[in-house]
């Protein structure tokens, strides 16, 4: 009898020091968006640096083509800069000034902003 007791306290007490086993999601990296419609070309790229605990910068770079007359315009640039910060539990880097979300989905290596999935690189 004690030695059941003894075997279901070591057994509970394994089944919890192991987690979930959830995947862990490095957030730094390289994200790149490539999307096309009727009146522009696009290419993103989000560079996410972490800073210190649950902070983040993301550089975003952005070149573009405007399409009028079914012809394709000079290449354009952009870049922005964002302060973010991470939500373990919701998996959500949310940017400080406008409110962007940024949603990481680790089993598919990607991340959605809005409508628009980026892959990562690395």
Not at 5 to 14: K, P, R, Y
Not at 56 to 82: A, C, P, Q
């Amino acid at each position: 009898m004690k030695f059941k007791i003894i075997l279901t306290v070591h057994i509970c007490g394994l089944l919890l020091s192991c987690n979930t086993n959830k995947k862990q999601f490095d957030v730094p990296g390289t994200y790149v968006n490539n999307t096309s419609g009727k009146y522009s070309i696009a290419s993103d790229t989000l560079v996410i640096e972490a800073l210190e605990q649950n902070r983040f910068k993301v550089n975003r770079k952005t070149g573009f083509n405007l399409i009028s007359d079914g012809k394709k315009g000079r290449r354009e640039y952009g870049t922005e800069k964002w302060n973010t910060i991470y939500n373990e539990k919701t998996g959500v880097l949310t940017e400080t000034q406008r409110g962007k979300e940024l949603i990481f989905y680790p089993d598919s290596n990607m991340l959605m902003i809005g409508r628009r999935v980026y892959k990562k690189l690395d």
